[in-house]
Structure formats: C-alpha cells, structure tokens
C-alpha cells in the first residue's frame, strides 16, 4: 500500500499543484512532475524546488525519498 506522502504527491501530480513540506529537515516548496519506485523499491518523486531552505542554489530540480517527507 503507498505511504501518505506517495499518495499526496500523486495527488498533486495529477492535479498540477504544488507541495509545501518539510524534507530533511528543511521546508520545501515543490512541484512534483514524476512519481514512482527507485531501483531500491523506495517511494519517490522528481520535483521542481523553486523555494524554501536549500543546500544549493534554487530553483532546481530534486529526487526526493518520501520517506523523508513530512507534511508542513
């Protein structure tokens, strides 16, 4: 069964919208664009950051685990 974080990502995917969320500690606001398994089986998604807190500079695009997500 998807995790709720699979499941609000699909959603957003789907709907076009974006994603505001905490991922590794550090608020992220994203727009998700592909959803799926990494080749681990883990849950992720390709997304766009274009605000929050970030190592590098923004916007750029993120593979992110969603088993680090935490909803905002």
Known sequence: M???SYALF???VSTEQQVVCIYDGRP???C???IG???SGEEVVLAWQFA???SGRLPQW??????HVQRH
């Open 52 to 54: 929050g807190s970030s």
């Open 28 to 30: 992220r606001e994203l």
């Open 32 to 34: 998700p664009h592909i």
């Open 10 to 12: 699909r959603k957003a």
């Open 37 to 39: 398994h990494n080749k």
């Open 62 to 67: 993120r593979c992110l685990r969603l088993a």
């Open 2 to 4: 998807p995790s709720k």
